[in-house]
C-alpha cells in the first residue's frame, strides 16, 4: 500500500513523497528525530505536530492535502553509488516540492 506523506516546515512550505508501508514507518521516526519542529501529514492525517498550529496549520494541511500530485505511484528504492567508499547502497529519492 502507498502512503502519502507532507512534511510542512515552520515557515509555511511543504514538501510531499510516497512512501510504502515500510518506507512510511522509517520516514516517520527519521523526521521525529532529527526534524522536530516540523509538522508530518500521513494520508491526510497529522501524525506530528511541529512549530506552527491552529488556523494557519490547518490551511496549509488542507491545501497539501488537495494538491494533485504529479506521482502518485509508490517510489522505488534506486541503487546509489558511493564515490568515496565505492559501495553501492540502496535509498529513496529525495522528497518533492509541494508548496
Known amino acids: 500500500m502507498s502512503h502519502i506523506c507532507i512534511r510542512i516546515y515552520a515557515n509555511g512550505s511543504a514538501k510531499y513523497t510516497v512512501r510504502d508501508d515500510e518506507g512510511l514507518a522509517k520516514w516517520v521516526e527519521f523526521n521525529k528525530e532529527f526534524r522536530p519542529g516540523n509538522t508530518l501529514v500521513v494520508d491526510g492525517t497529522v501524525v506530528q505536530n511541529g512549530y506552527m498550529s491552529g488556523t494557519e496549520l490547518e490551511a496549509i494541511v488542507k491545501f497539501a492535502v488537495k494538491q ?6 509508490v ?25
Open 68 to 73: 494533485k500530485l504529479p506521482n502518485p505511484e
Open 75 to 99: 517510489r522505488q528504492l534506486a541503487r546509489q553509488f558511493d564515490i568515496v567508499s565505492k559501495k553501492h547502497y540502496l535509498q529513496y529519492p529525495d522528497d518533492s516540492i509541494l508548496i
